[in-house]
């Protein structure tokens, strides 16, 4: 809930940074779970 | 405190470290890994949810940009004033009520369809019993023709529909008959006004008079209070945030076109002296003067593109003692023909009824022949009158060329006497432009549009027999306030320097709006985003 609130208070151009940042992470994650799960096989 | 950003750099790098040191030789270690990352991006998946959350209601909030308050108070004062056209001195009810139109657009059937033939009936319809008139089948009587037809469209009209297949096959089949069936219900409607024409006059106004009571106002400051009503709602349009943010949203502009780079540029260009060097106050009435610019540039681009109009109105001036009586004798004339053809009709029908009696049966093939010739008799009668209607209607402008405009008619004045009166304007500009591939409508209700819009200085000042220089009277006016702009600019850039100077005033509006222009650059951003995920 707090960590709502602190999103509410953000500039825009941080929001954007933070919406980036976590697509980045995402796309990462996704990486290695088909890398791994590649190897896995 | 510790910053949300960092916050989430710090968890994702953690993340990342621990992952990096779970081991992944062996295949139990493999899985393990798979099920940490696993749980991970569900988490991740629920942050991201939460913070696109967040984005799309910024979003919304900013699409949402609401209107001034004071633009529908405005709105709202000139909707009561209602139509200007209506207190037009320069034409009657035919054109005021839009007949013209009306029969015009039935004029132009060949580019349409039956629906647009019927529609505009409905309207003609509408128009009268708006007015106390029920017009019944038996005042279509132009042609046995539209008789028959307007007995099955009123009976439809009357019950509320007119479309049905009944009435488009009997179209169908009047129209294989007769092709110039639409002609008959055009050239009707137009003696059903002529005959009705004092019946309008009267009711307009009155109607008219209570206007202007109830503004407690004459027809001159009723039309001083519309022009001056809409300066004030164009003046807060353009700063309305609002506007600027859709102009933003239907993508008209962007928010890099506006960078302090780019605008730099510009004023280096249009302008003489250093803006930036300027105070605040002074540039503000930098900017107003390019406000100013922009509008005389516009008159100026109305007054190149349609020099045809001013030049046919200057040509007719020039000959205005010639139009002396004509509209009346071709009045008198018109009047003469259509009693005929209508005295020929009601003829035909007793014919039609004769030739089913058995008394007359010796006269049968005599009554027959005759019978059968009317169509064709009856019609070209028709074509003579439409031809007649078209010359009146020509001849309607000369008369009012010859009673309103004098040495000291300005060109705006010009234009509105043309733009009074719709089938004559249409068939100018429709001449002028028989070679391009132009909507016709579409320009001619621009012209109506800007010509009934406030701010027209110069072609309120410029005399209709003048030939003055105008591209030199712009450049000089406006190189006394420091703007660069020269003769030949006009000449050969005008629509480059419209964009330019647009765009400093749009600059200049931007800034007045009290917008945030990081939001205007966040809901660019943010567009691209949401459409792709709907």
Same mark, same amino acid.
Request: some cysteine; hydrophobic content about 35%; proline content about 2%.
């Given at each position: 809930?707090?960590?709502?609130?602190?999103?509410?208070?953000?500039?825009?151009?941080?929001?954007?940074?933070?919406?980036?940042?976590?697509?980045?992470?995402?796309?990462?994650?996704?990486?290695?779970?088909?890398?791994?799960?590649?190897?896995?096989? | 405190?510790?910053?949300?950003?960092?916050?989430?750099?710090?968890?994702?790098?953690?993340?990342?470290?621990?992952?990096?040191?779970?081991?992944?030789?062996?295949?139990?270690?493999?899985?393990?890994?798979?099920?940490?990352?696993?749980?991970?991006?569900?988490?991740?998946?629920?942050?991201?949810?939460?913070?696109?959350?967040?984005?799309?209601?910024?979003?919304?909030?900013?699409?949402?940009?609401?209107?001034?308050?004071?633009?529908?108070?405005?709105?709202?004062?000139?909707?009561?004033?209602?139509?200007?056209?209506?207190?037009?001195?320069? $034409?009657?009810?035919?054109?005021?009520?839009?007949?013209?139109?009306?029969?015009?657009?039935?004029?132009?059937?060949?580019?349409?369809?039956?629906?647009?033939?019927?529609?505009?009936?409905?309207?003609?319809?509408?128009?009268?019993?708006?007015?106390?008139?029920?017009?019944?089948?038996?005042?279509?009587?132009?042609?046995?023709?539209?008789?028959?037809?307007?007995?099955?469209?009123?009976?439809?009209? $009357?019950?509320?529909?007119?479309?049905?297949?009944?009435?488009?096959?009997?179209?169908?089949?009047?129209?294989?008959?007769?092709?110039?069936?639409?002609?008959?219900?055009?050239?009707?409607?137009?003696?059903?006004?002529?005959?009705?024409?004092?019946?309008?006059?009267?009711?307009?106004?009155?109607?008219?008079?209570?206007?202007?009571?109830?503004?407690?106002?004459?027809?001159?400051?009723?039309?001083?209070?519309?022009?001056?009503?809409?300066?004030?709602?164009?003046?807060?349009?353009?700063?309305?945030?609002?506007?600027?943010?859709?102009?933003?949203?239907?993508?008209?502009?962007?928010?890099?076109?506006?960078?302090?780079?780019?605008?730099?540029?510009?004023?280096?260009?249009?302008?003489?002296?250093?803006?930036?060097?300027?105070?605040?106050?002074?540039?503000?009435?930098?900017?107003?003067?390019?406000?100013?610019?922009?509008?005389?540039?516009?008159?100026?681009?109305?007054?190149?593109?349609?020099?045809?109009?001013?030049?046919?109105?200057?040509?007719?001036?020039?000959?205005?003692?010639?139009?002396?009586?004509?509209?009346?004798?071709?009045?008198?004339?018109?009047?003469?023909?259509?009693?005929?053809?209508?005295?020929?009709?009601?003829?035909?029908?007793?014919?039609?009824?004769?030739?089913?009696?058995?008394?007359?049966?010796?006269?049968?093939?005599?009554?027959?022949?005759?019978?059968?010739?009317?169509?064709?008799?009856?019609?070209?009668?028709?074509?003579?009158?439409?031809?007649?209607?078209?010359?009146?209607?020509?001849?309607?402008?000369?008369?009012?060329?010859?009673?309103?405009?004098?040495?000291?008619?300005?060109?705006?004045?010009?234009?509105?006497?043309?733009?009074?009166?719709?089938?004559?304007?249409?068939?100018?500009?429709?001449?002028?432009?028989?070679?391009?591939?132009?909507?016709?409508?579409?320009?001619?209700?621009?012209?109506?549009?800007?010509?009934?819009?406030?701010?027209?200085?110069?072609?309120?000042?410029?005399?209709?027999?003048?030939?003055?220089?105008?591209?030199?009277?712009?450049? $000089?006016?406006?190189?006394?306030?420091?703007?660069?702009?020269?003769?030949?600019?006009?000449?050969?850039?005008?629509?480059?320097?419209?964009?330019?100077?647009?765009?400093?005033?749009?600059?200049?509006?931007?800034?007045?709006?009290?917008?945030?222009?990081?939001?205007?650059?966040?809901?660019?951003?943010?567009?691209?985003?949401?459409?792709?995920?709907?």
């Amino acid at each position: 809930m707090d960590k709502k609130i602190e999103l509410t208070r953000m500039s825009n151009e941080n929001l954007l940074k933070l919406y980036k940042d976590i697509e980045d992470y995402i796309a990462f994650l996704d990486k290695e779970k088909k890398e791994k799960g590649t190897e896995e096989k | 405190m510790i910053d949300i950003l960092d916050e989430l750099e710090k968890y994702i790098s953690n993340n990342k470290e621990v992952l990096s040191t779970m081991p992944v030789n062996t295949k139990k270690n493999k899985s393990k890994y798979l099920e940490s990352v696993e749980e991970l991006e569900e988490k991740a998946f629920k942050i991201k949810d939460i913070i696109w959350e967040e984005i799309v209601k910024r979003y919304d909030r900013i699409i949402s940009t609401e209107e001034n308050p004071k633009v529908f108070e405005l709105e709202e004062e000139i909707s009561k004033i209602g139509d200007i056209e209506l207190f037009n001195e320069l $034409n009657t009810p035919y054109e005021k009520l839009g007949f013209d139109r009306i029969n015009h657009s039935l004029g132009c059937f060949f580019e349409g369809d039956l629906n647009l033939v019927n529609d505009n009936i409905k309207l003609f319809l509408d128009i009268f019993k708006e007015y106390g008139i029920v017009l019944t089948a038996d005042d279509f009587n132009y042609s046995s023709f539209i008789n028959t037809y307007m007995k099955l469209f009123l009976e439809e009209y $009357n019950s509320g529909k007119f479309d049905s297949d009944k009435l488009k096959k009997l179209f169908e089949e009047i129209y294989w008959k007769c092709p110039d069936f639409v002609t008959h219900i055009e050239l009707n409607m137009r003696y059903l006004y002529n005959s009705n024409s004092k019946r309008f006059e009267k009711e307009l106004d009155e109607r008219n008079e209570e206007t202007f009571e109830e503004a407690q106002l004459d027809k001159n400051g009723i039309v001083k209070k519309f022009f001056e009503l809409n300066k004030s709602l164009i003046k807060l349009k353009r700063k309305d945030p609002k506007y600027i943010m859709g102009k933003f949203i239907n993508d008209e502009w962007r928010i890099s076109d506006f960078n302090n780079k780019s605008m730099e540029v510009l004023y280096d260009r249009l302008y003489s002296k250093n803006y930036y060097d300027l105070s605040k106050e002074a540039q503000d009435e930098v900017d107003i003067n390019f406000g100013k610019l922009l509008n005389t540039l516009q008159e100026y681009n109305i007054y190149k593109k349609y020099k045809f109009i001013i030049d046919d109105v200057k040509t007719k001036y020039a000959n205005k003692d010639s139009f002396k009586d004509a509209l009346k004798k071709k009045l008198k004339e018109l009047n003469k023909k259509e009693q005929n053809l209508i005295k020929e009709n009601k003829k035909n029908k007793r014919l039609i009824k004769l030739s089913k009696n058995v008394f007359f049966k010796l006269f049968r093939k005599k009554i027959e022949h005759k019978i059968y010739e009317f169509p064709v008799n009856s019609n070209i009668q028709i074509k003579e009158i439409k031809k007649l209607y078209l010359e009146i209607d020509e001849e309607k402008v000369n008369e009012k060329i010859a009673e309103f405009a004098d040495d000291n008619c300005s060109i705006k004045y010009a234009f509105k006497i043309v733009e009074s009166y719709y089938s004559y304007f249409y068939e100018l500009v429709s001449k002028n432009h028989a070679d391009d591939d132009v909507d016709v409508v579409k320009e001619v209700d621009s012209l109506i549009e800007f010509i009934n819009q406030p701010y027209k200085v110069m072609i309120n000042n410029i005399k209709l027999i003048e030939e003055p220089e105008i591209t030199s009277i712009i450049s $000089n006016r406006y190189k006394i306030l420091n703007i660069k702009l020269e003769k030949e600019d006009l000449e050969e850039n005008l629509d480059t320097i419209m964009q330019d100077v647009e765009k400093i005033v749009n600059y200049y509006n931007i800034r007045k709006s009290n917008i945030n222009l990081d939001d205007v650059r966040f809901m660019e951003k943010i567009k691209p985003m949401i459409a792709k995920k709907k």
